[in-house]
């Protein structure tokens, strides 16, 4: 939480100029975040329905499919912009999981990484769980070093290998797997992954829990390949944190604000791709204008400008989709009478 008071000592030859209002960064943020976990909770929801009743043979409540449910198909959605890109041609299956990815690679480029600062619900759950711990045991813990690094580069070795499967997969050989038995019910092998979730696949998750709970974002830290290539994107980023040295007055609170672990004290701007735009380093820093998000030539962007480029992005990338036709996958209820019960038995071709 944002907070004023008490306002550090100013270092020799420093003064403070406090800030004139508290910052509200942090409950827009945290509104954005809530609001796309519950959207996410609601798809779910709808898409299991779905699934039910082409499971129990149309004996269930009916629901359509959510398209949403595609943003939780990151291969599948660079497999799809592969083929946008190669061809020119908008997928046929799957579509609307391909402008998500665009959407939030987007709001990653210009808004550095917000989409796993702003959007992400696997992040805000992170976020409420690393929460929970420092509530709970006073602290958050951080790995040494070295460790720290090795652990990090983690999720760019499982975004190299994910790249390095779509890129050298022909086009037809990718239309042939979407279009196939496992990559038209591969959202449903998804759900039925969490569903029925065997022995290790609960330790697994159970321990990955844990793990956040104790250590700030660590799935999204060490683990996560898709905020790896959202960071990628954000590395162009026109915008960056700046830190004004002649108003900062060294007290390091960004520094312990950071849940990225960005020594934020010691930089003027930060550039890393681990940097989510979050700006629980700005909505700390007692100083006024000593740290801003910052646009070239020294702009400062307010955090409604974030927040609107966010949902802008998000609900015009999606808009533009469903304008022109392409964010269903339509396809006839016969095959998903005959595929949905079987999902489980279609292997990875
Ligand atoms: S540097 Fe600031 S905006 Fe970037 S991740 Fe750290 S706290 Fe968030
Ligand atoms: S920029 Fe960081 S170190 Fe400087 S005053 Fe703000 S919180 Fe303190």
Known sequence: MATL???PAAPPGKKLLKRAAPDRSQALRRGFQLAFLALNVWIAAEFYLFVRYY???GRS???SRPPGVEGWLPIASLMNLKVLLV???TPRLHPAGMFLLIAFLAMSWIFRKSFCGWLCPVGTISEYLWRLGHRTFGRNFRLPRRLDIGLRSLKYILLGLFLYAVVSMPVPAIRAFLEG???IVDDVKMLNFFRFLGLTGGIVVALLVLASVFVQNFWCRYLC?????MGFASLASPLRIRRETSLCIDCGKCTKACPSALPVDQLITIQSAECTGCMQCVAVCPAAGALLMSAPRRKHVPV????AGVAGLFLGVCGYAQWTGHWRTELPSRLYFELIPHANEFTHP
Not at 225 to 229: D, I, S
């Open 61 to 63: 409540v009916w629901a």
């Open 87 to 89: 061809t020119g041609q």
């Open 181 to 183: 038995p496992y990559g």
């Open 225 to 229: 390949p898709y905020g790896a290539l």
């Open 5 to 7: 008071a008490p306002a």
């Open 55 to 57: 499971e129990t043979g």
């Open 304 to 307: 409604w400008v974030v927040a």
